[in-house]
Structure formats: C-alpha cells, structure tokens
C-alpha cells in the first residue's frame, strides 16, 4: 500500500460525458516484445507502448499521460495488473481521460529510473509499479507506486484519482506544469554529485556506517530479507576483512549471511521486487568469499546451490528475457564465485552464456544494446556490465578476446557517455523521446544494479590491471573523484562505490 500525495487544487468531480468518451487508440500490447508486456495484451486498457508517437497522440488529443511501470518480479505489479487493469469499468474511465502508457520496468530502465527518481521527489515511495501522470511533454506531475482500483472513503483509488487529475490538468494547466518542473527539478538535483579527493578517512568512514547500518537491519535484526543492495553490502564487508583484517566487518557479514541461509534466501530464492539473477549473482559472489575466508561448509554449499540456479538460469535454454546488464553482472558474477567454489561445471556454463550474449547484444565499435531486438541502446548500465563480464572471462580463461571486448566498451564510454563534470551519462543521449528527458542524469549508487559509474569505474581499474595502461587508472580515478563528495555517507546504496574506491586507493 501506499500513501499518496495531493495536487493542490485538484477537484473532486468531472462531467459524465468525460468519463465515458472513448478514445481513438486500441491496446498494443500484443506487438511488444517482453512477456510482462504480452500479458497485458488482455487487459481491457488501451496500453500504448513508450515512444515518440505517444507522446504526439497526448499533445493531439489534449491529454494528460498516464505511465505505468511494472516488472515480472513484483508482487503489487501482479496485484494491479489482476485487480485494477482487468476491471472494464475502470479500463473505459481510463482510455475516456488519459492516454495510458505501459513500461516493463527490465526493457527501458532509463525510463524507470527516471521517473522512480520523480516519484521519491512527489510522494517520498520506491520501487514499482509506478504510477504516474504526465504532461504530453513528459513531466510528470503526480504520481506514486501501488493504487487500488476503487477506494472512495480516502478517496485514494484509480476510480476517484483520474477524474481529479483530468480536470485539474484542463483546468489548472499552468499550476500542473509549475508543478511539473519543480517535480523534474528536486528528481534531478536530489543528491548532487560533489567532486572531492578520494581521501581513504571519508571511504573507512562510509564502511564503518554500512557495518552498523547492517548490524540493524539484517534479516536476524528484523530487516529486509537479504535483497541486492544489502548483499552488496555484505561483499563490501567480506572485502574489508580480506584487505584489513577487520573482525568485526565479518562477524556482521556473516551474521547477515547466516540470517540470509537461514530464511531460505540462499536457496536461490531471490526477493520477489527484484530481478532474480542479480539477486542471485550478488549472493553466490558474497557466499563464494565468505567460504574462501572461512572454509565453513555451510556456506560452500548455500554458494554452489545458488550458483547452479543461477546458471541453470543463464544457459540460454529457458524461455527467458535477455537483457544486457542484468545478464552481464549476473555471469561476471558467477564466473567469480565458480573459482573459490571450485564449480568448474558452472564455470563453463557461464563462459557459454557470456559468449551467447555478447552475440546477441554487442556489436564492435556500437557497444551493446539493452535486448537483442527492439528496446534501447545506448545505456550505461549495459555498456559497463558487459565489460565487466568480459574483464572477469578474460581473467577466467586468458582468451584475449573477452579483453578486446571490454577495452572496446570502454572506448565507447567515453566517446558516447564521458560527462564534463567528471564521470559518465547513464545515457548516450541517443533517444530524444520525450523533452522531459533531454536532461541525462549521472548515477553511481546501487539500485536494482551496482551504481552505473561506480561499476564502470571498476571497469577502468581492472583494465589497467589487466593491460598496465596507467590511462585506464585516471579514468577510474576520475570517475570516483566526481561522486567523492556525496556518494560515501550514503549507507547501504554506496557499497559498490565503496568497495570500487577502497581498491583504488589500495592500488597505489
């Protein structure tokens, strides 16, 4: 549930004649090329899918957008989806004021990404779905996450909210689009990067505050059930032990870990909001070195039971969606548990899965594509895991073509992304859909995925260990310079950065 935001002035009533005009658009769903998006296809809702054209029909027609992003591996997503959107009387409401625009939340995470930024800015919330209302020009100016269909006491349901936001978009135009910029204003500006030296005082500082955040909020603790961001945290951890020594960095991984096993996280059952192979790649890397510095059994056999399904996964023999990033970090992943696991069977079944999607997703000199058909190119994300997973094959098998790989990513990086202030755009800029979007953003804190340009500053390190090229080292250097000053406070969201920065400054 959620609790949602009100637009000052919005009314409470519009004209039946309103509700009950149908618009001239049809459900295109069945054209999509994700599974989540097929299902929709049923859906008594006039779904169109993100483009240009939409954006066109919106302004044509005089309407407010309706955007909703979902994923697979979302419980209240299933939830909309099964009593919300396959309501007929609330699909006709929806087509009568709105156009509405349906998003796979893994097919254009640029697009969830930005607009997951704006909802924390209108009403404080997380996660998907998203469920946000847009000006024709891609603004959004209200919004939040899971809406029942019908709720008429608080007034907080789909029914009673589109008649209000309709009729203050008609009638309040120039409050709404205020609104509107000051929304895209506080989503981009929320946590300026700050270029500062990387100072080895600030980073100690920001593991010793992921230590105690953790030591809070494990799952023993009552916390969240070992998700993506808090086994990063746990790598973050085991990392600092190996390199320090420090104790209490892995008595408090290990009680996370424990908890993790314990509750069934580690039996490959990754959390139900999140994309189940990062899960489970983070969590077979976290598994894998807490048995190489323990040698406890326990954790040897949770590793290898969560990078079998990992892998099972990955081979390219399920009906599953491919997508550049999360397969990229899911492989390198299980390439670097398969070694202290001594799982040369999943190894070779990695190995295979990077070679079937470096086929399918990159092409020399263009970088990688999100899918291997339709969808985007042109993100960070995709560009960096991939290199990350050619570094780490490369330093499996010595095959200097996963190298040739990753340095030609990396060239692209900072042809197509290489930002002035320092760092990189999560975007090359090549998808101008809508004016909204045309300000690129620069990210490097952990999500559903390690911080783009943490990772990618990763990439940069480990090329310059792998080619003794001292370039790559000033890049990645760069790179982490540009966030110094405000990603390390951050908690939980900065381990990636955190364990990025502590391998650099251990370089030297």
Known sequence: MTRLPRIVGLAVLVTSACATERGPFTNRMSQAATPYLLRAARQPVSWQPWGREVFALAARLDRPILLYVGADDCRWCLTMDREVYGDPGLGALIDSLVIPVRVDRDERPDVAQRYGAEVLALAGLRGVPLTVFLTP?????FGGTYFPADDPVTGRGLR???PEVARSYREGRETVQRHAMMVQQLALEGAPAIHAVLAPDAISAGIVRIREELTATHPGAGGERGGFVQTQAVTLLLAEFGRTGDTAALQVARNVLDAMIDSGAAAARATLDEPQEIVRGALARALALAFAFTGEPRYRDAGLATLRTLVAALDG???RPMFADRDGFAIAA???AAGPLRDSV???RAISALD??????YARGWGARHTPAGSVDGLLQDQVQLADACITAYAVTGRVRYLSVATSLAAILVRDFAAPQGGFYDTAGRDPVPAAFETRTRSATDELLPGANAWAARVFLRLAAATGEPQYRRRAEATLEAFAGTVPPQ???AAS???VARDALGAH
């Open 356 to 361: 079937s999607l470096k086929r399918r997703v």
């Open 334 to 336: 299980a390439l670097e």
């Open 160 to 162: 009673q909210i589109l």
């Open 497 to 499: 950065f955190l364990t």
């Open 491 to 493: 908690g939980l969201p």
């Open 346 to 348: 999943s190894e070779r």
């Open 137 to 141: 020009d891609g603004a959004a100016f």
């Open 317 to 319: 023999t399920t009906d």
